[in-house]
C-alpha cells in the first residue's frame, strides 16, 4: 500500500502545469493590462506610477511594464502622450484602433511631407513584406487617409502622399504640366507671347505707312486688304521692311523688361489660367534664353530679344509658327475680329489645312 502511495503521489507531481513561456506570459500581461485600464473612464490619462498601482506587472517589475505599453503602443491601443515632461498614456478601444501594420505604413507615409515617399523607400523603412505593404496601402487609399501621386522627376515611381495635403511644386512641376505631363502648347503660348512681349521693348519699330497702320484698318476694303497681302509676300510692303529694319535701342537704354515685370505682364494678359510666380517664369526665360531667342541684359537683371538674321540664301529657318498661315502672315497687324482680314474668313488656314 504505502508503494502505492509513492506512486500516486509522483503522478500527481507530474501531472503539475508547467509555466508558461516567457513570450506566452508577456502577452497576458499585456492583455491584463489594457483591460484593466478599458475599464476605467475613456477620459483618463495613465501614468507610468498609474500603471504599477494597477497591480497587473508583478512585483511592478518596470521593464515588463515599458515591453507591455510598447507594444500596446504599436497595436493603436494605446496612445502615447506627454505630459509634464513625462511620458503617459491614454486608452484607445479596440474598434478605433488602426491595424499595426496600417498605423507603421501611415507614420511613414505622413512623415515624407508634400513630397510623398516611394513605396520601395517605405517597404525598407517598415521592413514589410510587399504584400503586406500593398494590402495597407490599398486600405488606407480606400478610406482616403491617403492617395497616389505622380512625380514629375521620377514619373515610373509610385508615390503616396497623405491625402488632405498638395504636392509640392517639385513634384508636380508646377503649371507647365498637367497631371504629371509636360503640357507643350501651353509651354509653346507662353514662350511665343513672352518673346514678342520682350521684343517690343528690345528693339525700336519704325513707323509704317498708313496702309497698314491699324487706325486705318476697318477702312480697308477685303481686296485692298488682299492686295496688302500679296504685296507683303512679294517682299515689297512695308511690313516686310519694318520687320527688316528693327533698330536698337540708343545707349543707356533701361527699359529693358525684368522678370517681375514680365511676370506681372504675363499674368495681366490672362493667358495662363494659373497665376504666375517668378521663379515659374524665370524657368521660362532661362529656357528662352538657351535657345537664342532671349538674352540677358542690365547685368542679368533684365531681358531683351536677340536679333535673328536670315540665312546667306535669304531664307529664314521655319518652324511650327512659321509653317502656320499666321505665322508668317505680313498683315497679321490689321487682323482682327470684324475687320477686313480676320480668323473667321482667312481663306489661307483652308489652303494650308488643304479643306
Request: glycine letters at 8%.
Amino acid at each position: 500500500m504505502a508503494n502505492e502511495k509513492e506512486n500516486d503521489s509522483s503522478k500527481i507531481q507530474d501531472a503539475a502545469p508547467m509555466e508558461l513561456d516567457p513570450v506566452s506570459s508577456q502577452k497576458m500581461l499585456k492583455n491584463a493590462l489594457y483591460a484593466r485600464c478599458a475599464n476605467l473612464p475613456a477620459d483618463k490619462i495613465f501614468s507610468q506610477n498609474d500603471l504599477l498601482s494597477l497591480e497587473v506587472i508583478p512585483n511592478n517589475h518596470l521593464d515588463q511594464l515599458l515591453s507591455c505599453t510598447r507594444q500596446l503602443t504599436k497595436e493603436g491601443l494605446f496612445k502615447l502622450m506627454s505630459k509634464d515632461g513625462r511620458a503617459c498614456w491614454k486608452v484607445v478601444k479596440r474598434d478605433d484602433a488602426a491595424n499595426a501594420e496600417e498605423a507603421l505604413v501611415y507614420s511613414y507615409v505622413e512623415s515624407s511631407g508634400r513630397e510623398g515617399t516611394w513605396t520601395r523607400i517605405l517597404r525598407a523603412r517598415t521592413n514589410l513584406h510587399m504584400t503586406v505593404m500593398n494590402r495597407c496601402l490599398k486600405n488606407l487609399e480606400k478610406i482616403n487617409y491617403i492617395k497616389p501621386i505622380k512625380s514629375v522627376k521620377f514619373p515610373g515611381r509610385k508615390t503616396y502622399m497623405l491625402a488632405h495635403l498638395q504636392p509640392s511644386e517639385d513634384v508636380t512641376g508646377g503649371p507647365y504640366y498637367t497631371d504629371g505631363v509636360l503640357d507643350e502648347e501651353f509651354v509653346h503660348q507662353m514662350a511665343y507671347w513672352t518673346e514678342k512681349y520682350v521684343i517690343g521693348r528690345s528693339w525700336w519699330h519704325p513707323p509704317i505707312s498708313d496702309t497698314g497702320r491699324r487706325k486705318n484698318k476697318n477702312t480697308l476694303s477685303l481686296e485692298q486688304a488682299e492686295d496688302l497681302r500679296a504685296t507683303e509676300l512679294d517682299g515689297k510692303g512695308c511690313g516686310t521692311e519694318r520687320h527688316k529694319n528693327l533698330l536698337p535701342m540708343p545707349p543707356g537704354y533701361i527699359g529693358y523688361p525684368t522678370t517681375a515685370e514680365i511676370t506681372k505682364a504675363i499674368n495681366g494678359s490672362g493667358l495662363s489660367g494659373v497665376v504666375m510666380k517668378e521663379a515659374e517664369m524665370k524657368q521660362l526665360l532661362d529656357v528662352l534664353c538657351w535657345d537664342g531667342r532671349l538674352q540677358t541684359a542690365l547685368d542679368g537683371k533684365a531681358f531683351k530679344a536677340a536679333r535673328r538674321f536670315a540665312e546667306e540664301s535669304g531664307e529664314t529657318s521655319e518652324n511650327g509658327l512659321t509653317g502656320a498661315p499666321c505665322g508668317r502672315c505680313p498683315v497679321s497687324d490689321i487682323c482682327e475680329d470684324g475687320g477686313p482680314v480676320n480668323a473667321r474668313t482667312c481663306e489661307y488656314f483652308q489652303e494650308w489645312l488643304k479643306i
